[in-house]
């Protein structure tokens, strides 16, 4: 499929006003191994015909490969070659607006001086009327040092502001919340943990992101402790709930009870760690996990796992699920009859869900299908608009089986950009802060303006 693709480019072609030529240039495309996207057609005359087609590739080589093709195709030249993903990212992807036109002297006056005094004098007088009168109730921290970024690895916090940029991006297109990118040049959990409490006043909640594992567990512990605001790990707590909503619908559609079978997570990670803790919650049982590293198998047992092996998971698990960033890992000769299989790590699954399916799994899929855009904007959403101080587990699980029950007949998860899933995800997480006596506003549904 065209977006498991690594590379996109726009290619603008002219093809001679003759029949055959257009597609045997789509024929060309595919026989170099490429995908192709959307075409849309720019200008068109008696002689010729000018279009847009999107291109997918593995990688740079694989799209000389193709552009090598579509210009030796008879009749058309290869006019241009766009990177519309870097044309997008140029100057950044979200800005600072103002909400009202400044076009007098009397607005003036009324935004600023003198009339900004009298609302921090009151504001001073009650903090908590900075919620009314300033941005602070819809400003979310997106924190970030850089060291775990998608599948990059350590980049660096510069390199990671695009990724940051798309979250504030997401966050305020589907519920209206304002996402600030906070890039960190330290990897020293102090220092983190201090520039976070420092700057924490400005911000309604603190999603931290792309924090590498194991110092992002202390990093988020500590935060929590320190903060009456929300404090989130993306990375562990939204793929924890959109893997669980997953899970719920793929055990639904296979007729397995989770609270019943036994469960392997292979990878104990940021990612790992918190969908195996969320799975014990959830079904009262222990998880089998396995992984390289000691620490990770110390951590996951202090949390109530069960240390295990791949191949032991492999051979008495119904459910499995992998979070390695290791591709192939999983060999099709491991995977029992009937197993449900969720392989996650991103590009590249731990088997694909075809070779799983053929070697017996009874569902499988990858990391393709659960995004963790379903859960992070909708949990903020919830929480800033009950001021809940933190997030729970309640809460968290109110929002897996929201995403789950969303989840359109033949689907394993909604539209990742349905605004009304989220909507709902933001009142379930919303109701359940009430239910548990941790709202300390009355609710008001968000609506967008």
Not at 399 to 421: C, F, K, M, S, Y
């Amino acid at each position: 499929m065209a977006w498991e693709r690594k590379l996109m480019r726009t290619v603008r072609v002219r093809n001679l006003q003759r029949r055959g030529v257009l597609a045997n240039l789509l024929t060309a495309i595919s026989e170099a191994g490429g995908d192709i996207g959307s075409i849309n057609l720019l200008t068109e005359t008696s002689q010729s015909v000018v279009r847009d087609i999107t291109v997918y590739a593995e990688d740079e080589a694989h799209m000389d490969r193709i552009l090598a093709a579509m210009r030796a195709n008879s009749g058309t030249q290869v006019l241009q070659v766009r990177d519309e993903v870097l044309e997008l990212h140029q100057k950044g992807k979200i800005a600072i607006r103002s909400r009202y036109p400044i076009d007098s002297l009397a607005t003036l006056r009324r935004v600023y001086t003198p009339g900004v005094a009298d609302v921090c004098r009151r504001i001073a007088a009650d903090p908590s009327l900075a919620w009314t009168y300033t941005s602070i109730s819809h400003l979310i921290a997106i924190v970030t040092d850089g060291t775990a970024v998608l599948g990059l690895g350590d980049i660096g916090p510069l390199a990671a502001m695009p990724v940051m940029e798309g979250k504030a991006m997401l966050m305020e297109t589907l519920v209206g919340l304002s996402g600030v990118p906070i890039l960190l040049n330290t990897r020293n959990p102090d220092e983190i943990v201090a520039t976070v409490c420092a700057i924490a006043p400005t911000f309604a909640a603190i999603q931290l992101e792309d924090i590498a594992a194991p110092r992002c567990f202390e990093i988020e512990e500590r935060l929590q402790a320190a903060l009456d605001i929300p404090v989130m790990h993306d990375d562990q707590h939204g793929t924890a709930v959109v893997s669980t909503a997953a899970l719920m619908v793929a055990a639904r559609r296979t007729g397995r009870d989770l609270h019943r079978s036994a469960i392997g997570q292979i990878g104990l990670g940021a990612a790992g760690n918190a969908i195996g803790k969320m799975l014990m919650r959830l079904t009262g049982k222990a998880v089998l996990g396995a992984d390289i590293s000691e620490e990770a198998m110390s951590r996951f047992e202090r949390a109530g796992g069960q240390r295990s092996t791949l191949d032991e998971i492999m051979g008495t698990c119904d459910i499995v699920i992998a979070t390695t960033g290791v591709a192939g890992l999983i060999r099709p000769e491991k995977v029992r009859r009937g197993q449900i299989i969720l392989a996650l790590s991103n590009p590249n699954a731990e088997i694909e869900p075809d070779v799983a399916l053929a070697a017996g799994a009874a569902f499988a899929a990858d990391g393709k299908s659960v995004n963790n855009l379903l859960g992070f904007p909708g949990l903020f959403r919830g929480a800033v608009d009950t001021r809940a101080p933190r997030l729970t587990y309640e809460m968290l699980l109110a929002a897996a089986e929201t995403i789950a029950a969303h989840a359109p007949a033949g689907e394993l998860v909604p539209n990742p950009l349905d605004r009304q899933v989220h909507r709902a995800v933001a009142r379930a997480v919303a109701e359940t802060a009430i239910r548990q006596g941790l709202a300390r506003v009355e609710y008001v549904p968000y609506v967008e303006d």
